[in-house]
C-alpha cells in the first residue's frame, strides 16, 4: 500500500482502493498518478508518480 497526504485529515496515511490513473499535463503530455481512498475518513486521496 501507499502513503499520500489527506487533506482532510492533515497528515499522510495508507492510501486504500488504490488504482492507477492517468491526467494531462502540461505541453499536451500526461502523467500517471494513484488515485484512493482515505481508510480513516474516507477522503478521495491522489499521489503523483515520479517521471521518467
Do not use: H, N, W
Request: hydrophobic residues 30%.
Amino acid at each position: 500500500m501507499t502513503q499520500a497526504y489527506c487533506v482532510k485529515c492533515k497528515k499522510k496515511q495508507e492510501m486504500k482502493d488504490e488504482k492507477e490513473v492517468t491526467f494531462k499535463a502540461k505541453g499536451g503530455k500526461t502523467r500517471k498518478a494513484l488515485s484512493g481512498v482515505c481508510p480513516v475518513c474516507g477522503t478521495k486521496m491522489f499521489r503523483i508518480l515520479p517521471s521518467k
